[in-house]
């Protein structure tokens, strides 16, 4: 089957393959991956793996630091004006989709929190021009949503016409990069901070990324528990409490697996590629399946796209099991259908739900 579900999301074979072999021994190690001790020379040695390979991955220079927590990226949305804001301090959201929305509900108890720029008015369709954004002079960041995973609008720097992340100048920009981490080349030097939940490009649930630039940490930030101090897991190589062990193994092999596969630049040419066949099954089928984004900003990785007649979305979804695509159903915001194609989907995947889609509209159109 293929699984185009938003995350937990499809994992490549090869990586399911390594992780059913370690599950009983990891290497000479005499117990289970999911036994060996975080300050054993096994683990230590994948952990430090993990992060070269994401390092030469995303090619994150040497003045950021990269963190390795356990929880997603909710938890980060939390901890970023923890880390980063003084107390009551303004920092400015940009709006894009419903984990923007999100994003602001962890952060509000902490700041003076400013919507610079939204496009809920429009049903989050579009990426407000950023001529339009009412950024403040004093904030202590901009935050943006790179890939909004519901509503399928997502920043595209490099696209032509696409959207390109804004100048922020001295004000740091923090983007949640979770649905679109690795999925083509970014420069990181333009962002203060980046984060993401691991389960879509980079593995298994339960474990989060953070890529800060290192400066940022100096900040005195809010009272908080060691815990939530980014500083402090930094020092502690993001192991101050047990980590979570097994995930952070998993998003290794998958890091690898990247490399192997040629880097970010193969993925973006695959990504392009699956998200234009996607598309253009949708715009061609006169009406019978609609995506409302505004094309600049659409989203490469989460395609949602209605029926033109709501009644037959089970029997869509009933059909498209049967044949072996799984995880289409659109988040219930939304409704509808949303295929996730992320980069352990491969081409042949999406080629066989345009397939599917053609057949189901000549049979129900
Ligand atoms: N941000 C984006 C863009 C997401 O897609 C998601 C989850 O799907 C989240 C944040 C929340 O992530 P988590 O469930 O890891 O906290």
Do not use: C
């Not at 021994?25 to 005499?30: I, R």
């Not at 649905?179 to 990181?188: G, L, N």
């Amino acid at each position: 089957a293929y699984n185009f579900s938003p995350g937990p999301s499809t994992l490549p074979e090869s990586v399911l393959h390594q992780v059913r072999d370690t599950l009983l021994e990891y290497g000479n190690a005499g117990a289970s991956i999911v036994e060996i001790s975080h300050r054993g020379p096994e683990f230590l040695d994948i952990a430090a793996r993990a992060e070269a390979d994401l390092r030469a991955l995303l090619s994150i220079p040497d003045d950021y630091a990269v963190l390795f927590l356990p929880g997603g990226a909710t938890t980060q949305q939390a901890l970023l004006p923890l880390n980063f804001a003084a107390p009551g301090q303004r920092a400015d959201y940009v709006l894009t989709g419903h984990w923007g929305q999100v994003a602001t509900k962890q952060a509000r108890p902490y700041v003076d929190l400013n919507i610079a720029a939204s496009s809920e008015a429009g049903g989050y369709r579009s990426i407000p021009p950023a001529s339009e954004w009412r950024l403040s002079a004093d904030a202590a960041y901009v935050h943006v949503t790179a890939s909004e995973t519901i509503h399928g609008v997502e920043f595209r720097p490099a696209a032509p016409g696409g959207h390109p992340f804004p100048d922020t100048g001295d004000v740091p920009l923090f983007a949640d990069f979770s649905s679109s981490i690795a999925s083509e080349p970014i420069d990181v030097s333009r962002f203060g901070a980046i984060y993401a939940g691991a389960q879509k490009n980079l593995g298994p649930v339960g474990i989060g990324v953070v890529i800060v630039r290192r400066e940022l940490l100096e900040r005195a930030g809010q009272p908080r528990a060691d815990i939530f101090d980014y500083r402090l897991q930094l020092a502690a190589e993001s192991m101050l409490n047990t980590p979570p062990t097994w995930n952070w193994y998993v998003a290794g092999l998958t890091f690898r697996w990247m490399l192997d596969e040629g880097g970010v630049e193969v993925f973006a040419r695959r990504n392009e590629a699956k998200a234009k066949a996607l598309y253009a099954a949708v715009d061609a089928s006169g009406g019978f399946y609609r995506n409302d984004v505004d094309p600049a900003v659409r989203s490469r990785m989460n395609v949602p796209f209605l029926l033109s007649d709501p009644a037959l979305d089970d029997a869509f979804l009933a059909r498209a099991h049967d044949a072996g695509l799984i995880g289409l159903k659109g988040h219930r915001v939304v409704g509808g259908m949303r295929a996730s194609i992320y980069n352990a989907m491969p081409l042949q995947g999406v080629e066989a739900l345009v397939a599917f889609m053609h057949d189901f509209q000549r049979r129900h159109g």
